[in-house]
Nanobody, 125 residues
Framework: QVQLVESGGGPVQAGGSLGLSCIGS????????IAWFRRRGTHSEREGIA?????????KYADFLEGRFIVSRDNAKATAHLQMNNLQLADTAIYYC?????????????????WGQGTQVTVSA
């Protein structure tokens, strides 16, 4: 059974940093790209923010992040990470990691996307 479990969310002050983790199980972790999405409101669409290739060599970020976030992965531990720096109020959201196919290289959900349950990040002034 495919599972993705995020952790590391919580409250943080504006300007601070937070690191999220995503542990995958039930599939061959090093053969899939891992994407990070967020949903900023109950009725908002999930927006893609970062993507890392199966081997970890290639990374892609949403332009609006302006270099504040860093995505990485440790395939030996079947874990992906999202380091978020200089957090702003607008970064408040539920953050999701997702498994996408190795051929998928866009910050949008694929048909065959598996989602984690999400972790809440709340940035306060």
């Amino acid at each position: 059974q495919v599972q993705l479990v995020e952790s590391g969310g919580g409250p943080v002050q504006a300007g601070g940093s937070l690191g999220l983790s995503c542990i995958g199980s039930g599939f061959k972790f090093n053969t899939y790209n891992i994407a990070w999405f967020r949903r900023r409101g109950t009725h908002s669409e999930r927006e893609g923010i970062a993507l890392i290739s199966a081997g970890g060599a290639a990374k892609k970020y949403a332009d609006f992040l302006e270099g504040r976030f860093i995505v990485s992965r440790d395939n030996a531990k079947a874990t992906a990470h999202l380091q978020m720096n200089n957090l702003q109020l607008a970064d408040t959201a539920i953050y999701y990691c997702a498994r996408v196919p190795a051929h998928w290289w866009t910050l949008a959900p694929a048909d065959e996307t598996y989602w984690g349950q999400g972790t809440q990040v709340t940035v306060s002034a």
